[in-house]
C-alpha cells in the first residue's frame, strides 16, 4: 500500500509539473491573446465616390486599456479586418497618400507616415510619457486618402496600439499576422458608393396677363361718363386695365404699347403725344400711363405720369412694328401687377361716332 501511494504523488506531482510549465510559456507564445478591443469604432469618409482624391477619413476608437501608448497602426484591408490574419491587400486605387494628419484624444504631438505601398498609415510620439486612460474617446483626421476605384465596393481598417514607437512591438515592426506586442486593436468596415447624378431642367419662362380685375377676364373698356358713358366736353374720363408678369428672364423684360388713337372712320381723337401732359377737359386728347407700378416695374417716360396724374400717347411709335416702350421689369419676378389708366376728353368740335382702338401690349423678355 505504502508503495502505491508513492507512485500516485510521483503521478500527480509531474502532472502538476506540466501544467506550471505550459502555463508559464502561453504568455510569451502569444501576448496578443490579452489584448482588449477597441470600442466604438468608426472612420466616416468625406466623400464616398471611387477614386475621390484628397479624401478625409475621421477614424474614431475608444480605448480599452490604459497605458503610455506611443505607436498607433490603421491598416487598409481589401479582404479582412480582422486583427491576427496574415492576409492584408490593398484596395485596388486606395492610398493613404503622404499623410497629414491631427489627432484628437492623444497627449502631445504624433508624426504621420505611410507603409505597406501607402495601405497602412502610421501615427508615433516617442517622447510622449502620459497615459491614455481606459474609455477614451481618440479621434484621427486624415485628410491625404484616396478612396479605392471601385463602385459600391466593402474595403476594411484594422486600428491597433502600441507602447512603443519603434522596434519590436511597435509600428516600425508591424505586419498582418505578426503583429506583435499591441495593447488594443479592433477592424472597422467602409464601403465606396455610387454617384447619384441629378439633372434638372429649368425652361425660360414668362407668364404675362392683360386683363380688367383677375387674369381671364376681359379688359376691354368704354372710356365715358353718365347713363350712356358719353365722352364730351364736360370731363376727363378714365379707365383703367392691368397687366401682370412673371419671368426668370435673369435681365427682366419690358413692356410695350402698340396701337392707335381713339379713330371713328376718317376722325379721331388727338393723342396727347410724346410728352407727359396735363388734360383739360373740354380739349381733345386720348393718352395712358402707368399709374401703379409692380414689383422691380418702372414706368417708361413719357408714361410714367410725368409731373403728376398727366398722359401721354406717341403715335409715332405706338403704330410702329413694335409698339413703345411703357414699362421695364428690372429682374426675375414671382408675380408682378401693374395698373395702366386710360384717359380721354373731347371738345365741343369733336365729330359725333364712336370711336374705338386696339391697344396692345407685348412683352419681352431679357433672357
Not at 109 to 132: G, I, K, P, Q, Y
Not at 208 to 218: E, K, L, Q, R
Request: charged share 10%; net charge neutral; with cysteine.
Amino acid at each position: 500500500m505504502s508503495i502505491k501511494k508513492r507512485g500516485l504523488r510521483l503521478v500527480a506531482y509531474s502532472a502538476l509539473a506540466l501544467v506550471l510549465s505550459v502555463a508559464a510559456v502561453l504568455p510569451s507564445l502569444n501576448q496578443r491573446a490579452y489584448a482588449a478591443q477597441l470600442t466604438s469604432r468608426s472612420i466616416q469618409m468625406s466623400s464616398s465616390n471611387n477614386g475621390a482624391t484628397g479624401t478625409t477619413y475621421l477614424i474614431s476608437f475608444t480605448t480599452a486599456t490604459a497605458g503610455v501608448l506611443k505607436g498607433i497602426v490603421i491598416d487598409f484591408c481589401d479582404n479582412t479586418p480582422i486583427i491576427g490574419d496574415s492576409t492584408c491587400t490593398a484596395p485596388t486605387g486606395f492610398s493613404v497618400g503622404t499623410p497629414t494628419a491631427t489627432t484628437s484624444g492623444l497627449p502631445g504631438t504624433w508624426t504621420a507616415a505611410s507603409a505597406n505601398s501607402n495601405r497602412t498609415l502610421t501615427l508615433v510620439n516617442a517622447s510622449n510619457s502620459t497615459s491614455v486612460g481606459a474609455s477614451t474617446a481618440i479621434t484621427i483626421t486624415l485628410t491625404t486618402a484616396t478612396n479605392p476605384t471601385t463602385d459600391n465596393h466593402s474595403f476594411y481598417a484594422r486600428a491597433l496600439t502600441y507602447l512603443n514607437s519603434s522596434g519590436a512591438n511597435s509600428p516600425a515592426t508591424y505586419a498582418p499576422g505578426t503583429e506583435g506586442t499591441y495593447v488594443d486593436a479592433g477592424g472597422m468596415a467602409m464601403s465606396t458608393g455610387k454617384v447619384i447624378n441629378i439633372t434638372a431642367r429649368v425652361m425660360e419662362s414668362l407668364a404675362f396677363c392683360v386683363y380688367n380685375a383677375s387674369c381671364g377676364d376681359d379688359p376691354s373698356m368704354t372710356i365715358g361718363h353718365g347713363t350712356n358713358n358719353i365722352l364730351d366736353a364736360t370731363a376727363v374720363d378714365t379707365k383703367t386695365a392691368n397687366f401682370s408678369i412673371s419671368t426668370n428672364a435673369q435681365s427682366g423684360a419690358t413692356v410695350r404699347i402698340k396701337g392707335n388713337t381713339l379713330v371713328s372712320g376718317s376722325n379721331d381723337i388727338d393723342a396727347a403725344g410724346a410728352s407727359a401732359i396735363t388734360f383739360a377737359a373740354g380739349t381733345e386728347k386720348f393718352g395712358v400711363r402707368v399709374s401703379t407700378a409692380g414689383t422691380n416695374i418702372t414706368a417708361t417716360a413719357p408714361y410714367n405720369g410725368g409731373t403728376g396724374s398727366q398722359y401721354a400717347f406717341n403715335t409715332a411709335n405706338t403704330t410702329s412694328t413694335y409698339g413703345d416702350n411703357i414699362a421695364t421689369l428690372s429682374g426675375p419676378v414671382n408675380s408682378s401687377v401693374t395698373t395702366l389708366t386710360f384717359a380721354a376728353t373731347a371738345a365741343n368740335t369733336t365729330a359725333a361716332g364712336i370711336y374705338t382702338a386696339a391697344q396692345q401690349l407685348i412683352a419681352t423678355g431679357q433672357f
